[in-house]
């Protein structure tokens, strides 16, 4: 099993097999009232284009990449 990564704003991400690349930001963590790990996601340059997802999600490569 993969180790989850600690996840900072400011940490940039795109999502797996999309057609167009897109950059997420990090905006912010925060831990959602059923407990578990949220994390609002800004598409750069878009700072209004906002998606939240969980942080699992976000540590699954299945599902999103690290920008180098």
Same mark, same amino acid.
């Given at each position: 099993? *993969?180790?989850? +990564?600690?996840?900072?704003?400011?940490?940039?991400?795109? *999502?797996?097999?999309?057609?167009?690349?897109?950059?997420?930001?990090?905006? *912010?963590? $925060?831990? #959602?009232? /059923?407990?578990?790990?949220?994390?609002? +996601?800004?598409? /750069?340059?878009?700072?209004?284009?906002?998606?939240?997802?969980? #942080?699992? #999600? +976000?540590? /699954? *490569?299945?599902? $999103? +990449?690290?920008? #180098?």
């Amino acid at each position: 099993m *993969r180790q989850k +990564l600690p996840i900072e704003i400011g940490q940039r991400f795109t *999502r797996t097999g999309s057609k167009h690349r897109m950059v997420w930001t990090v905006a *912010r963590v $925060f831990e #959602a009232i /059923d407990g578990i790990e949220h994390v609002r +996601l800004s598409k /750069d340059g878009r700072v209004n284009d906002t998606i939240t997802v969980s #942080a699992m #999600a +976000l540590n /699954d *490569r299945a599902h $999103f +990449l690290p920008e #180098a």
